[in-house]
């Protein structure tokens, strides 16, 4: 009997001390992401601010403005403050149809940024900013000079990702119980867009992509909103807005996850014979919606 307590005694002081060290773990994280919380220099905190109003803005004056902070940023010393700015801006600057011109200048910016203060790999691959500049050079067709391992890496992520893309298949229930199988759909063009009630990006292109539904599901056009919100919210949101193309439900993220979605909204677009001819890493207005059904042969 003795023994016995003994051990639990000796078991328990082993889980103290593991509660204790994890208590410990807890607290030096805390410290560490209280220490590292980004404080802005004169010339950087105007332009942190301006970058979280730009969504409030008009399409017309936000696009002058994205400009004005690719090149104000630029100007900055090169600081990790910097990459944040600059990160930060190619993540806004793709929701939307800001023109090439402004994405070139974003892209320009992000590319002398990782220049002059390069950037570690992590053990998952490339640094998020090299991935971001890899998404803008193969989704929005803009240039960089940058000449690195890692831009190489992310170029080459999202060229595997692709190649998931166009080989898979799904079967997902929409609001009414009905089920879709994505290769049961050729003969026909597939937008499948991935969206959320939350996002506000995917709120704002649901009108445009409700219009295109209208005007050519008679000619063959079959939208597939895909959403993993709670199914109340989401039949709300649908009802309010007179949302009339399929909305399906992705429970635990499988086809999100499938589609490596990693940010809200994504659209892909395929053709009749089911090839992807197609994609957006943001928000789409319906000209470029439009742009993306032509190579699929909607006009």
Known sequence: MKYTTLLRRIKLFFVLVSVLVALV???LQLASAQQKEIVWSADEKPLSDALHGLRALPDDVRARTTKDLALKIRALPATENKWHLATGLALLSTEGDFGHDTLQEVANTLTKTLQ???LPASKEGPAPPYVTLATLVRYEHVQTSLDNPQLAAAMELLAADDYKREHLDFTLKDLSGKTWTLSQLRG?????NFWATWCPPCRKEMPDLE??????NSKGLVVLGISDDDAEKVASFVS??????PVL???GHKVSGMFVVEGLPMSFVYDREGKLVAQSID???QKQFLEMLGKAGLE
């Open 188 to 192: 026909k063009v597939v937008l499948v």
């Open 283 to 285: 928000m789409r207005t």
């Open 25 to 27: 773990t807890f607290g």
């Open 249 to 251: 439900f992705d429970s």
């Open 211 to 216: 219009a295109l539904y209208e005007r050519f």
């Open 240 to 245: 309010e807005r007179n949302i009339t193309f």
């Open 116 to 118: 002059e203060r390069p």
